[in-house]
């Protein structure tokens, strides 16, 4: 339950209320939630504020967060850790960002998502990254309908797609693909306790 960070209109919820939806047992996470500085611009302090709450919300219910960062690293880091959002936990979902910004999340306690992205042509940077995350903090996703992975890339993303980012990991890392869907399953039924 959350707001995402490039909505702008309608009403937002108070952190308490953030916690009274997140009750629901179906609900595993506060999220997703960040900051988006790449969509939105102007004065943002209303959208560092949503994710202050948020992070408010996670820690008073107990369950992790899910963040989206994008254009705004150290912005995001350091909320994160000005309102103890490593007392919650949670993911640093569809993460594009470099090795610095995966280790400081990592020594707040989160774990590293990535998705189709993971396999472009130009995310050897990222795939950098991908090899250096703990095997206990990693994670992948597929963020569709969007970001489908090579050789999808430019349709709508389904969920099966995920295949090919475990695929792509397990060459990173030299494992194999059972190994990395059994390694990502783990991880996430440890995150959301499922």
């Known amino acids: 339950v959350g707001v995402h960070p490039n909505e702008n209109e309608g009403r937002e919820p108070s952190a308490d209320e953030l916690v009274a939806l997140a009750a629901d047992p179906r609900v595993v996470a506060i999220g997703e939630t960040g900051l988006d500085y790449f969509r939105s611009d102007g004065d943002l302090t209303w959208q560092q504020e949503r994710f202050r709450r948020h992070i408010a919300a996670a ?49 707040l306690g989160f774990y590293i998502s990535f998705s189709g992205i993971l396999t472009f042509k130009t995310a050897e940077d990222l795939r950098q990254v991908a090899t250096r995350v703990p095997p206990d903090r990693l994670l992948i996703e597929t963020d569709a309908p969007y970001l489908a992975p090579i050789p999808h890339r430019g349709k709508p993303n389904e969920p099966r797609y995920v295949a090919h980012v475990a695929e792509c990991i397990a060459g990173l890392r030299g494992m194999e693909v059972d190994e990395v869907a059994t390694l990502t399953g783990e991880n996430f039924s440890r995150l959301f306790g499922s």
């Open 59 to 107: 820690r008073a219910c107990g369950k992790p967060l899910i963040i989206h960062t994008r254009a705004a690293r150290e912005d995001t880091l350091a909320i994160m850790r000005e309102e103890g959002a490593g007392e919650a936990g949670g993911v640093m979902h569809c993460f594009t960002e470099d090795w610095n910004t995966a280790r400081a999340a990592l020594d």
